[in-house]
């Protein structure tokens, strides 16, 4: 394939949104170059398995029927589109490349456009125990259902809040795992009051209504305003107390119950995976529910930079969102760059933005239902770490915030919170919510990325 | 409407330890406002106490020995340049000895009735000798600093090895300077701040000053997004910005300019590292977690912090000649921090000629978290109208006036 530097588009993450983008450019006569970490196409949630097999009992037909129709949308345009797999970007390289690693070292990727397609990563939410083997994140458990195929545990309870609990439940019910028990933070009267905005989406209310009863016809037990409270073990997770949460989702310990497992999923939600956009330096502002996001116009594109950014990573919507969102982006990139007209460009645009808008009317739905309470920053006691990279307990935010640290920042300088390996991923939602928390809501910031995004090996610089 | 007798400008290392000092030293009502900027020294720091390394053109000034070292290899055999260590003049040397030999009290001080560690960290400087031309450095740098001979220790490639054993063997020896140390330097900001909190300083943090307020020659106070602050004195201690406020104060310009710096960082490793060392290619220093810090570039590039592959590969580069085990590690982070840069590395301390009302405390170039303890004290010593231990002749701000006179 030949492409000209100045017209190169350049989509960072293979997922719904990345996939969709390069499909629709190649409709209208773009090539692009799709760079991806996984060692296929699909993103995390349509990758699939990662070895072959024809047998997926586990995984529900609408799975299988999306990771299929990823593949062939790639398919289609196959011959428009580059893929870069099992690459990791680690940053910008002076002004109009990238700087990629892989198993052959480190090279530079120009680009002339770019697509952000980055996703997002889970919440972490600190709990005395959570750090012990055998607690994972939900989409944690999910990926190795759906990718690496083996089962997480064999005795396991889920705790969180939002659509993912039942539809892991079920997963992991079908590969074959105990499910004990399956606790969701939000009473089921709020999300009784949605009703009107899940009918945007009426069949993935039904398939929402279908996995609760499977999860009734096999006596598992799905309970509303219930969370977590604890994690015990010595070496492995052995069981948790869980507990009513009330409607500020505080736990009401002394009605806690102890619950034997060996492993448990914990599902508080999803922050957008913005560390390339702001290392680029695209403008964010501060979300609820996704985090920081980038600002972007109706197209999805920067306010201050002219990279697009769509899917998860500019807030959180789900996949069918997200490959609306990268259609909207490329037929943009398309009309930018001479390819389409502008009647064009609107008459296809209309549709895409009217499913989009049904999308958003439903998700904003469950997003008011799993409103995320303040309850939740309870959990950790003061000796819980709460940054895990660099140790940092709790006690040490409340020390930092009673000396009078008003801003994200200063308190990473004084406390090394999101100073470690992970830049902050795990921990930073966490401290963001627990200066909020203590009143502190104006100007506190962001931990801001620092390049590399992924470690490199010193002898790569020889 | 607020009201203090000192307002500054600035919460760096400079101006969070002129906050410090004076609220330790009077009794005066002051508040300090800072806004982080991208690129803001005393957080991007290496925090190396070296003050003699850093005044002979070692540690962060390497780049300098680079240059000549480089004419000098491209010279091959023809008409050599002469080869001078950069040293900087003797008023830089007693100011950055003078600010050093406050750090272990200081130390102490915020520990015991602050609560607060910034990691003093007695490690030395050493200067890693590859090569006959590195020796012959070496002897230049000493001769040039006679009166310091009890400060240097000359070490051969044995005791070098044991000493740091992880040094390359390829190294013929060092030169340590005994009294160059390091600390934290985010701690010592952050000590500097906490102990000024606790003596009762307003601190008004992710807040910008916007603009001066001026009557005639009169400073008379600032101004921020929502509030006015008026004050007797406002010290610029705004760094790489120094300028911007100053023009504002005084309605004229002075040479402070930003000189970026590329860090690279490792991942955090056992102990590796007695001391601090510096070669001909960059400094390294092993802080009290463990992560290696590697620096750094010099670049005049405005106010841009990007990092750049080539930067991070020679300074990568030269980390690993020295000390070889690093490619068992991986690089963590990387960063550009801005320095202060002014036309003679010297800074620009004290009151302007014409102006009331108005301290400069700016342009430390590389050594701000060396001498921000000095330079602290010595904006205490001139507020509360006493001599100043140090004469600021050489560092004021007229310097430049004079130079550009003798231009015309």
Known sequence: ?462 | MKKYDVVIAGGGAVGAACAYFLSRDTDLKIALIDLKKPGNASRASAGGLWAIGESVGLGCGVIFFKTLSKLHSEAQGKEVPVMRPHQLPDCFFEFALTSNNMYPALHQEMLEKHGVDFKFERTGLKFIMYNEEDRLYAEQITEGIPHLADQVRWLDAEELKKEEPYVTDDAIGAIDFICDHQVNPYRLVDAYLEGARQNGVSLYLNTEVTSVIRNGNVVEGVKTHDQVFFCDTLINASGAWANELYQQATGRTMPVYPVKGQIVLSERMPKIMNGCISTSDCYIAQKDNGEILIGSSTEEKGFDTTNSLDKIQELSQGAMKCLPILKESSIKRCWAGLRPGTPDELPILGPVEGIEGYLNACGHFRTGILTSAITGQLMTELITGKTPSLDLTPFSVARFDEAEQKAG
């Open chain 1, 1 to 462: 394939m030949t492409s000209q530097i100045h017209d190169q588009v350049v989509i960072v993450g293979g997922g719904p949104a990345g996939t969709a983008a390069a499909a629709e450019l190649a409709r209208h006569g773009l090539k692009s170059v799709i760079i991806d970490e996984a060692p296929k196409l699909g993103g995390v949630i349509y990758r699939g398995p990662l070895r072959q097999t024809d047998s997926l009992p586990h995984l529900d037909d609408n799975l299988k029927r999306a990771m299929t129709a990823l593949q062939t949308r790639y398919q289609a345009h196959s011959d428009s589109i580059e893929v870069k797999t099992q690459t990791r970007v680690l940053g910008p390289e002076g002004s109009n490349q990238l700087l990629l690693s892989d198993n052959s070292g480190l090279s530079r990727q120009p680009y002339a456009h770019l697509i952000l397609a980055t996703g997002c990563h889970e919440r972490s939410v600190p709990f005395p125990g959570w750090q012990l083997p055998g607690v994972m994140l939900l989409g944690g458990v999910q990926l190795q259902l759906k990718s690496g195929l083996v089962r997480p545990g064999q005795r396991m309870a889920l705790v969180g809040t939002g659509p993912l609990l039942p539809l892991v439940a079920c997963q992991l019910h079908k590969a074959g795992v105990d499910v004990v028990g399956v606790f969701e933070a939000s009473p089921f009267a709020k999300l009784a009051k949605e009703a009107v905005a899940l009918l945007n989406k009426p069949k993935l209310t039904l398939s929402g209504m279908s996995m609760m009863s499977y999860l009734k016809k096999h006596k598992i037990p799905f309970k509303y305003g219930w969370g977590i409270v604890s994690a015990q073990g010595d070496e492995q997770l052995k069981s948790i107390q869980v507990a009513p949460y009330d409607s500020q989702w505080r736990p009401q310990r002394d009605l806690a119950v102890k619950v034997e497992v060996d492993a448990i999923g914990v599902g508080y939600g999803f922050v957008a995976r913005t560390q390339l956009a702001m290392l680029l330096g695209l403008e964010h502002n501060y979300t609820k529910v996704s985090g920081y996001v980038p600002a972007l116009d109706e197209w999805h594109q920067s306010q201050n930079h002219a990279a697009f950014v769509v899917g998860d990573s500019n807030g959180l919507l789900g996949a069918d969102a997200a490959i609306c969102e990268g259609q909207l982006a490329a037929l943009r990139l398309a009309w930018q760059c001479g390819k389409i007209t502008e009647s064009q460009l609107f008459s296809r645009a209309t549709k895409v933005k009217n499913k989009l808008a049904r999308i958003k009317k439903f998700r904003f739905g469950f997003d008011r239902f799993s409103d995320r309470q303040p309850g939740l920053l309870t959990l950790a006691a003061p000796e819980t770490v709460v940054c895990r990279c660099e140790q940092v307990r709790r006690e040490q935010l409340d020390e930092a915030i009673a000396q009078g640290v008003k801003d994200i920042t200063s308190l990473k300088m004084r406390t090394r919170i999101g100073m470690g390996d992970c830049q902050g991923k795990t921990c930073s939602s966490y401290a963001l919510d627990y200066l909020h928390e203590a009143g502190l809501t104006e100007n506190i910031g962001v931990i801001k990325p620092r390049f590399p995004l992924d470690p490199i090996p010193f002898t790569l610089m020889e």
